[in-house]
């Protein structure tokens, strides 16, 4: 595994998030598109938790110690529960950015990581690699998602005019 490619595009995408969030004010910020469906401020506090709790966590823990049990996550819950949607645009990518600068430092300290060992979880195993590798898929998820948010936010702001002309938006 060529983990300074994964080091390198994790840290891109920090750019990449930054620039989707440019200019998003508060109100859209914290739009919905659906009731179901999560606002920019909801996938940015995502991301923050992901990184501080899930991706980082496991993929040392799974590098240290395999068969060590991973701390619980609960995504879908925290976004109600530690309220996402009320906080603040700028300070909740602050702590995002401040969370994948750790990961970063981190990913570049590790001597010679041992990619395939494999934590058993009851949905199957995962090795370190796949971790480290879903970690960057996942910041592709989220991009797509935060872009999606904005083509949405665009057509709404745009009535009574429309967006046709750019073409539709299909999912792969």
Do not use: C
Not at 11 to 29: C, E, I, K, M, Y
Not at 37 to 57: A, G, K
Not at 91 to 113: C, G, I, Y
């Amino acid at each position: 595994m060529n983990v300074d490619y994964f080091i390198a595009r994790l840290s891109n995408n920090l750019q990449v998030f930054a620039g989707l969030l440019r200019n998003v004010d508060a109100g859209q910020a914290a739009w919905k598109p659906s009731a179901d469906e999560w606002s920019i401020l909801e996938v940015i506090n995502h991301l923050y938790d992901e990184e501080r709790d899930d991706f980082r966590t496991r993929l040392a823990l799974t590098l240290s110690d395999p068969d060590r049990d991973w701390p619980p996550i609960d995504p879908p819950t925290w976004v109600i529960e530690r309220r996402y949607n009320e906080r603040h645009l700028d300070s909740s990518f602050n702590d995002f950015a401040a969370e994948r600068d750790k990961s970063l430092s981190w990913l570049k300290s590790l001597k010679e990581p041992r990619w395939e060992l494999t934590h058993l979880t009851p949905n199957g195993s995962r090795t370190a690699g796949d971790l480290l590798a879903s970690w960057l898929a996942h910041d592709f998820l989220h991009i797509r998602q935060l872009t999606r948010l904005n083509w949405q936010h665009a057509a709404l702001v745009a009535a009574p005019f429309q967006t046709a002309y750019a073409g539709p938006w299909k999912e792969s």
